[in-house]
Structure formats: structure tokens, C-alpha cells
């Protein structure tokens, strides 16, 4: 079966190298020069909405999947003309925009921060009211890792903020005093069926994710499960999907979902029964769904801006190192290393190694 993936970065890269194993083939159509996917599987190269390029793309797979959530929503509507899409069009089109999306979680009585559309000046002032201060300013598209996004603290940052954004459709949404960022992933079957990764705990250091820790036996894993439950269903998902949460005590409020496999779920290659690449590429050929069981307690260290010495990485006991083969920039996530042990607390000397490489640190440092 062969799967066609819309991007082709680090993320089609592992789809295509889960996918080898069970004779599935990946092609991803990736409109950027560099694609790091080409290194491991074939990629077309060229623009997402140009019609004959997709149909050259649609008439080699089976299925389509995406590893990108911006995909112009023209795409889909030609592909779906054609092919399967998995996940659909409506839980793409949803998750590119805040408000649809908040809307979505608002309407399936999933808490969520305190949120108010913002079409002008006017209405940011209005809603600093409504929300109170501090709050943060995002606009409805094309934010990620907190891109597109104004913190206010005072009301007179109004004016400022509203010019940071450009005047581009936003909302406001009231800044939640979280005790921690959690993400659940999760994947659903072409039949219903759906299953749930232990919840991971995630840290970010200049907006971009830098560890992720899996939550072995959570209280609050149940509650995400059902949280996550109703919005796969609500959506007829297929596909693996992550939703993001803020823990403020015993609550999970929703912030955001990704339509697609996750930064937050690498760990799962080494430290799951069944990796959420290989699940995702599972539920899309409509295969039985693996064990989403933890295998070990794991924890995951993106490597942004550069990947550390091998040598380094893999003197830590039970470390699995990733290297997407991309060019190294500032801020560009171009590798990844899981650590797994027996239980949590032998995690912890071998992770502050692995950040303090991952910070650029040398082996033998000493490490603060
Ligand atoms: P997002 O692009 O919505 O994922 O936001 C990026 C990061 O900004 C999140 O991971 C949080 O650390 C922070 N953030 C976003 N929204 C809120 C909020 N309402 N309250 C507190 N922190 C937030």
C-alpha cells in the first residue's frame, strides 16, 4: 500500500522509516527545497496547490495523510476528490484556526482558557475586559510554537499589541496559571476504535518544546482520555492526534490539537509497545491498531539548532539517537534522543546529560 504524506520534514521521515517494516510505502509532496524525508523515501517536489503536481501525487498512492496542519484547505479539496484523506478535511481546517478550534472544544464541554474573538482595536479592548489581565493576544492562523502570539500585561499594551499582529484576525485568551503543559496522544481506527499513549509532561524553553516525559501511571490520565475521546469522535478522526493541555490542579484545560503525529510523542519509538508512526500509518491503511502500552519509562530531548556528537549522546546508557538529516539553523529542529529506563526516577542523571548536550554543552563539562 502506498501512503501519501503532504510535507516531507522529520516527521514524514519517521512515518516512511515505521512504515518500511510493514511494507508500506511513504511519498510525501513537500513544496520547500530541503525535504529530509527524501533521505529515507521518495518525495515529489513542488507546490501544494498546483493541480497537476497533485494529480501526479494522488494517482501514486492510496491514502492520504498529512504531517503538516497549514496545508492549503485547496489541496484537500482536490485530494479528497481522489483519494482517501486520513485524517479528514474538517479536522485539518479546524485545527488552522484557533477560534474554530477553541469553538470545537467550547462546544464539547472540554474547559478550555477563558477566550473572546478579536477582529479590531476595539474589540481587543472590549476583551480585556471580558478576559482580564494578564492575557495573551494570538491570531487565528498559521501559530505554532508560539508564533503569532502577544503577551499582555498591562491595558495599555493594547495599541502595541494590536500592531504586533497586524491586524490579523485573533482572539484573546485569558493566561492560564498552569502547574504544567501535558499532551495525550492518541490514535483512532477507521472503525472507532481508539487508543491512548500515557499522558506526557512537556517543557519549552523559547517557545519550542525541549523535553518530553511520559506520565506512567497518571491520575489524570482518565480524564484526558476522555477528554481527547470526545473530540477523536467528534471529528470522525483516523490517524494519530494530539491534544495539548494546561494541569491547573486537577483540571486539563484544552489549548490546542494537532492533526497529525506529534513532537511530544518521539519517545514512543523506543519506549511504547507500538510507536505513534507506526500506529498513525496502522489506522490509516486500516490495519489493526498496536498496544499503545509504555514499554519503560522514557523521556525525550530535542536537539534545536544542532544535533551533539553522537559519541556523547550514545555514552548514555539506554540513549536512542535521531538525526533527521537537516541543515542545522537557529531554532530549527533538525534531531531528537529518547532515554529509556526501568522507572522514572533512573531517568534523571542520563536526561541532565542529555539537556546539557542538547544546550550545547560537550561531554566532560561539568553540568550545572
Ligand atoms: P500555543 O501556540 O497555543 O501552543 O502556545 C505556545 C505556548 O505558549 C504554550 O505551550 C504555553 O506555554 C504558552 N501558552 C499558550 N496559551 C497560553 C495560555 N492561555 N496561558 C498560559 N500560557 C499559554
Known amino acids: 500500500m502506498k501512503i501519501g504524506i503532504l510535507g516531507g520534514g522529520q516527521l514524514a521521515r519517521m512515518l516512511a522509516l515505521a512504515g518500511h517494516p510493514l511494507g508500506l510505502q511513504c511519498i510525501s509532496l513537500e513544496p520547500a527545497a530541503e525535504a529530509c524525508a527524501a533521505q ?27 504531517e503538516v496542519e497549514h496545508v ?3 489541496a484537500l479539496d482536490y485530494l479528497q476528490q481522489h483519494r482517501r484523506l486520513a485524517p479528514g478535511r474538517r479536522s ?42 494578564p492575557a ?39 493566561m492560564v496559571p498552569f502547574d504544567r503543559e501535558v499532551s495525550v496522544i492518541a490514535v483512532r481506527s477507521q472503525e472507532g476504535e481508539c487508543r491512548f499513549w500515557p499522558l506526557t509532561e512537556n517543557l519549552h524553553h523559547n517557545g519550542i518544546l525541549s523535553v518530553s516525559r511520559a506520565l506512567l501511571e497518571e491520575p489524570l490520565q482518565a480524564l484526558a482520555e476522555q477528554h481527547c475521546q470526545r473530540l477523536l ?19 486539563l484545560l484544552a489549548n490546542e490539537y494537532a492533526p497529525r503525529v506529534h513532537n511530544s510523542g518521539h519517545w514512543t519509538i523506543e519506549g511504547a509497545v507500538t510507536s505513534q508512526f507506526e500506529n498513525h500509518l496502522r489506522a490509516v491503511a486500516g490495519l489493526p ?12 530531548v530535542n536537539f534545536v ?64
Open 233 to 251: 469522535e467528534a471529528l470522525d478522526y483516523v490517524g494519530v492526534l494530539a491534544l495539548e493541555l494546561f494541569q491547573v490542579g486537577d483540571k
Open 72 to 74: 492549503p484547505l485547496v
Open 136 to 174: 495573551i493576544l494570538k491570531t487565528r492562523r498559521m501559530g505554532y510554537d508560539g508564533k503569532g502570539q502577544v503577551v499582555l500585561r498591562e491595558a495599555s499594551a493594547a495599541e502595541a499589541a494590536w500592531s504586533a499582529v497586524a491586524g490579523a484576525p485573533c482572539l484573546l485568551e485569558a
Open 92 to 133: 485539518i481546517a479546524v485545527a488552522q484556526d484557533r477560534l474554530l478550534e477553541k469553538t470545537l472544544f467550547h462546544d464539547l464541554e472540554l474547559p478550555t482558557a477563558h477566550f473572546v474573538p478579536v477582529d479590531s482595536l476595539e474589540d481587543l479592548v472590549a476583551a480585556m475586559q471580558v478576559v482580564g489581565l
Open 40 to 66: 529515507v523515501g521518495s518525495v515529489i517536489a513542488g507546490d501544494f496547490t498546483d493541480e497537476d503536481l497533485l494529480a501526479d501525487f494522488a494517482a501514486g498512492i492510496d491514502v492520504v495523510t498529512t
Open 289 to 300: 491498531l498496536g498496544a499503545t502500552d509504555a514499554r519503560c519509562a522514557a523521556a525525550m
Open 305 to 368: 539548532g544542532h544535533v551533539p556528537a553522537a559519541s556523547a549522546v550514545l555514552a548514555v546508557a539506554d540513549a536512542h539517537l535521531h538525526v533527521y538529516g537537516k541543515q542545522p539553523r537557529p531554532g530549527r529542529k533538525v534531531g531528537h534522543a529518547t532515554l529509556c529506563a526501568a522507572h522514572p526516577g533512573l531517568l534523571e542523571p542520563g536526561l541532565k546529560t542529555l539537556v546539557h548536550l542538547a544546550q550545547g554543552g560537550r561531554e566532560g563539562d561539568a553540568i550545572a
